[in-house]
Nanobody, 125 residues
Framework: QVQLVESGGGLVQAGGSLRLSCVAS????????MAWFRQAPGKERVFVAA???????????DYADSVKGRFTISRDNAKNTVYLQMNSLKPEDTAVYYC???????????????WGQGTQVTVSS
């Protein structure tokens, strides 16, 4: 298994930007697909974005308050790190953001595999 540590969260005004990082331990990071999820207060954890081990394919949530077009997932396998660049932030983006890792694409997209402890993002209006 891989251990994950997120960072980069904080308090930002609406319209601002943040970049989250998730550093993975272990020498097999490049074989893991990675994803970001978020959990707003009183709500379930939901998928945000995922990226394949090669970085060649990305996939974003397509629900009502979609992040597509505002958030970008990327990875640097040399640094064992996956990023989530968040632009044009809205108050409804307020949540704890978690990264996830799994060698299976299906598993990581549905929320199985290893999890980090999360990082809080708060967007003020």
């Amino acid at each position: 298994q891989v251990q994950l540590v997120e960072s980069g969260g904080g308090l930002v005004q609406a319209g601002g930007s943040l970049r989250l990082s998730c550093v993975a331990s272990g020498r097999t990071f490049s074989s893991y697909h990675m994803a970001w999820f978020r959990q707003a207060p009183g709500k379930e954890r939901v998928f945000v974005a995922a990226i394949r081990w090669s970085g060649g394919n990305t996939y974003y949530a397509d629900y009502a308050d979609s992040v597509k077009g505002r958030f970008t997932i990327s990875r640097d396998n040399a640094k064992n790190t996956v990023y989530l660049q968040m632009n044009s932030l809205k108050p409804e983006d307020t949540a704890v953001y978690y990264c996830a890792a799994d060698p299976s694409w299906y598993a990581v997209v549905i929320g199985l595999g290893s999890w980090g402890q999360g990082t809080q993002v708060t967007v003020s209006s």
